[in-house]
């Protein structure tokens, strides 16, 4: 038996690695091994690692890692102190390759970790660029590292081979994400309402807003002129998700909790929706607001508006149903009407999703499933 093993560090990353799971996991040919640390592990973050294991999926270790503190040195000593936490984990599994996603630094360290003991990796959602985000660096850094690569659009697919990684090894099949909504049936509006105690509008908003990692940006200012941004929709209704455990997060959280504290009918921060019922909210909610990947990949695929603030997804490619604007209340103001506007929405069915139609995850195991890992350590760098 081939054994693969997932890494997962946060609800995120999750949401999109499950049906990759599922597909290991009925394949009696591969042994699934699923390493979590990170958010999941986190009282603060709503111990999301039982939504896996809900999900009937056996975690096969667990990576705990400090996340009290969110300062960059904070941040910093947690991803030392990943290592050799993946490091000890690996010794345990021996996996045949290890499966990381995107861009986060404990996914950085589990990264390490395998190059040391020698373990082909294979990375999913690479080529990308958040020009706002320390997360850039850490994705480039996790494809040189890296033997095995799923893009989400051609484009990717040719920039990492722009980074000297062999064509031939270098898949776009899609994001996964794509499959979540191509299998479920969402919860109903009034599923949703129970699970999260909050009462729906005529009009609403859902919103998640991570920090800027990268650019400098005021993230305290640049939450609050977010929040101002709502006074002039009063009948609107407003679910928050839990920003990421990225440093300068805390202050985005605190500035939200005084907001909800303040409006308890209009406002709801919820710290985990877990992946059905975020699907479920982008559904029965009119508009998308902040700066997660999601409302880039998922949102535009379920027909529904994104309102994109500031510069943390700059660089990557956005449908036509994603308004970007800059962290200024003015020009979020104006960016809410244009998304709920008759002639923007009239639009929304025409649009398209430009991460794939499906199908990427069953694609993806073949790949694992099939690919030669013997002589896949001792990369050649591809000049063109």
């Known amino acids: 038996m081939r054994k693969i093993c997932v890494v997962t560090g946060s609800r995120a990353e999750y949401g999109l690695l499950r049906w990759i799971m599922e597909e290991l996991q009925v394949d009696k040919a591969l042994q699934l091994q699923i390493a979590v640390t990170g958010m999941h592990l986190s009282k603060e973050y709503g111990f999301t690692y039982k939504e896996i294991e809900k999900d009937g999926f056996k975690i096969s270790h667990k990576i ?49 970790s395998a190059m040391f003991a020698r373990i082909p990796i294979a990375h999913i959602h690479g080529g990308e660029i958040t020009e706002g985000a320390i997360d850039d660096t850490i ?7 890296s033997h095995l690569h799923f893009t989400a659009t051609e484009e990717y697919r040719k920039r990492i081979i722009q980074l000297g990684e062999q064509p031939s090894k270098v898949f776009n099949f899609g994001s996964p994400a794509i499959d979540f909504l191509k299998t479920v049936i969402l919860p109903s509006k009034l599923d949703l309402e129970k699970k999260i105690g909050f009462k729906l509008g005529k009009i609403n908003f859902l919103v998640t807003y991570h920090p800027e990692t990268l650019s400098g940006a ?98 990557r490619i956005k449908a036509e149903s994603v308004i970007d604007c800059p962290a200024e209340s003015g020009k979020i103001i104006s960016a809410i009407k244009k998304a709920l506007s008759k002639e923007f929405s009239a639009k929304l069915a025409r649009m398209s999703s430009p991460y794939g139609n499906g199908g990427s995850s069953r694609k993806i195991k073949e790949v694992l499933k099939k690919a030669d890992l013997n002589k896949i350590i001792c990369k050649k760098f591809h000049n063109i």
Request: glycine content about 8%; proline content about 5%.
């Open 64 to 112: 705990k890692i400090p996340l009290a503190d969110d300062s960059s040195e904070g941040v910093a000593k947690s991803f030392a102190e990943a290592v050799p936490g993946f490091s000890t984990a690996f010794k345990k599994l021996k996996p045949d390759i290890i499966v990381i996603l995107g861009d986060r630094y404990e996914i950085l360290a589990a990264a390490i």
């Open 139 to 145: 994705r480039h850094s996790l494809t040189k590292m």
């Open 218 to 315: 005021n993230n305290e200012k640049a939450v609050k002129e977010m929040l101002k941004a709502f006074d002039p929709f009063p009948e609107a209704k407003i679910i928050f998700t839990k920003h990421n455990a990225d440093s300068g997060g805390r202050i985005i959280g605190k500035t939200i909790e005084k907001y909800v504290y303040k409006n308890p009918g209009k406002a709801k921060l919820v710290t985990s929706l877990g992946r059905l019922y975020y699907l479920a909210a982008v559904k029965h909610c009119d508009v998308v607001l902040g700066n997660s990947s999601s409302g880039l990949i998922e949102v535009p695929a379920m027909k529904k508006p994104t309102v994109n603030i500031g510069s943390r997804q700059d660089g």
